[in-house]
């Protein structure tokens, strides 16, 4: 099945912006769902932004912040994060599941990546 790997995590001061990527060792198809996800110390893991069938959705703590990308199928799915604030700290991951609705709840994704830090001082 799909390996993901992702990159581009960091540490950035508060306001500063942050380009992650997804890359998968398969392609990616509009059928399948692939998300973003985070994981804050102590907290449960959250869904970011997910996209399927050419559509992309956002938690709502990200709206007019994040932007997920994806040009081909080959390449690699990113997440564009700007405006960054202490809140958004976490590991970052990206998802993926074969089919069936997108959602933002982890549970229905069964392949994940081992994830990137993203660290933001105030």
């Known amino acids: 099945q799909v390996q993901l790997v992702e990159s581009g995590g960091g540490s950035v001061d508060a306001g500063g912006s942050l380009r992650l990527s997804c890359a998968a060792s398969?392609?990616?198809?509009?059928?399948?769902?692939i998300g973003w996800f985070r994981q804050a110390p102590g907290k449960e893991r959250e869904g970011v932004a997910r996209?399927?069938?050419?559509?992309?959705y956002y938690a709502d703590f990200v709206k007019g912040r994040f932007t997920l990308s994806r040009k081909y199928v080959a390449k690699p799915v990113y997440l564009q994060m700007n405006s960054l604030t202490p809140e958004d700290t976490g590991i970052y991951y990206c998802?993926?599941?074969?089919?069936?609705?997108?959602?933002?709840?982890?549970?229905?994704?069964?392949?994940w990546g081992q994830g990137t830090q993203v660290t933001v001082s105030s």
């Open positions: 998802a993926w599941r074969n089919s069936g609705r997108c959602t933002l709840d982890p549970r229905d994704y069964n392949v």
């Open positions: 996209l399927g069938s050419g559509i992309t």
């Open positions: 398969d392609y990616i198809y509009s059928s399948n769902c």
